[in-house]
C-alpha cells in the first residue's frame, strides 16, 4: 500500500473524525445525529475508507457497529492523531496568550487535597485565564488507562508497588511516608507514643485493600509484627476521611505530604512507634508525547514545592 497515491491524498481528518465517532456511538444513526451529518455520508466515508485501506472497519448487526481490528488500529492512530492536534491548538493559544491553556492531571485523592491543590491554586493567580481538570483516582488506573488514553497528560502518583508501562517515562518528585492520623477530639489525640499494637482493634477507615495504597498500609504492618486492621469504612475519599476523623472515633493512614496544606483542618498526626515504609511520589508521562508549555510549568512547580516539604 503506497502512502501517496492511496492513502495520503485520500483519507482527511473530517474522515477519521467520522469514524471515531460512529465507534464511539455504536451506530451510524447516533453518529448521524451527534454529528449533525447525514446518515448517507457517514455510510459513504466509511465505505471510502475500507476501499482505500482494502480492509473492513466495522462489523454491521442489528445490534448496531463494533471496530474489527483494521478499525480498532486505525482508531488507536486517529484518537492519537486527534490529541497531538488539540495539543497543538492549545499550544498556540498558550504562546499567542501565556495566560491561558489546559492541563489535565490525574492523581490520587491526598495528592489532590494537598500538594497538587496547592500548585494548582498557585498557577491559577498567575495565569487565570488558564483551565486545570483534575481527576482523582487509583495509581494504576490513572497509568494505565486515564493516561494511555490520553484523558490526562501526566499522571502525578505514588509509585510503590505500580509496575511502570512501557512508553512511559517518570519523574520522582518527593519521598513521601504514611502516617496514623485521628481527629484533634479523639482520645488518641491526647495520648503520646501510642503502641501500633494497640490501635489494630480500633474503628479504621481505609482505602481498598486491594489497592496500590491499601497494600502499602497492610505492609507497614506487617512489616511491624501486626496483621492488617480491617477497616470499618472502605474508600479512596479524602473528604469521607476527614469527615469520619471528626467524629473523633474513627482513625486512618494517610501520606504524610497532605499535612503541611491540612493545618486549618481538625487532626492530629499520632506519634506511633512503627516503621515508616517510604513511599516515592512521581510525575508519569508518556514518553512519545510533547508536553505541553502549561504541563512543564507544573512540573516545575512541583520540583520547587518538593524542596520545600517537610523532610
Known amino acids: ?36 451529518i447525514s446518515q448517507p455520508v457517514i455510510s459513504k466515508t466509511i465505505a471510502d475508507l475500507e476501499h482505500v485501506l482494502r480492509v473492513k472497519l466495522l462489523d454491521r448487526s442489528p445490534q448496531g457497529v463494533e471496530p474489527t481490528i483494521y478499525g480498532r488500529a486505525l482508531l488507536r492512530c486517529g484518537t492519537d492523531v486527534f490529541d497531538d492536534l488539540r495539543r497543538a491548538v492549545k499550544e498556540v493559544e498558550f504562546l499567542l496568550d501565556p495566560a491561558a491553556g489546559e492541563l489535565r492531571i490525574g492523581c490520587t485523592e491526598p495528592l489532590a487535597s494537598g500538594f497538587v491543590a496547592f500548585i494548582v491554586d498557585r498557577l491559577s493567580q498567575k495565569y487565570p485565564r488558564a ?54 477530639n479523639s482520645k488518641w489525640a491526647r495520648q503520646r507514643n501510642v503502641a501500633l499494637g494497640d490501635l489494630i482493634d480500633e474503628t479504621w477507615i481505609l482505602p481498598p485493600p486491594d489497592s496500590t495504597s491499601g497494600e502499602y498500609i497492610a505492609e507497614s504492618f506487617r512489616q511491624a509484627g501486626f496483621r492488617p486492621p480491617q477497616a ?19 482513625i486512618t493512614s494517610l501520606p504524610r505530604s497532605l499535612l503541611p496544606f491540612a493545618k486549618h483542618l481538625p487532626l492530629k498526626q499520632l506519634t506511633v512507634k512503627s516503621p515508616t515504609l517510604p513511599r516515592p511520589v512521581g510525575v508519569v508521562t508518556l514518553k512519545d508525547r510533547t508536553l505541553s508549555p502549561l504541563a512543564q510549568i507544573f512540573i516545575e512547580h512541583t520540583r520547587t514545592l518538593a524542596k520545600a516539604l517537610p523532610g
Open 131 to 184: 483551565t486545570f481538570h483534575i481527576s482523582p483516582g487509583d495509581a494504576v488506573a490513572l497509568q494505565s488507562r486515564e493516561l494511555r488514553q490520553r484523558n490526562v497528560e501526566m499522571a502525578v502518583i505514588p509509585i510503590t508497588g505500580l509496575t511502570l508501562e512501557q512508553g512511559t517515562d517518570l519523574e520522582v518528585i518527593f519521598d513521601d511516608r504514611h502516617v496514623i492520623m485521628a481527629g484533634k
Open 1 to 36: 500500500m503506497e502512502w501517496t497515491e492511496r492513502v495520503g491524498r485520500r483519507i482527511r481528518l473530517r474522515d477519521l473524525h467520522i469514524l471515531l465517532a460512529v465507534a464511539q456511538s455504536g451506530s451510524m444513526g447516533r453518529a448521524s445525529a451527534e454529528l449533525g
Open 232 to 250: 470499618h469504612v472502605v474508600s479512596f475519599s479524602v473528604p469521607l476521611h476527614l469527615h469520619m476523623l471528626a467524629t473523633g472515633r474513627f
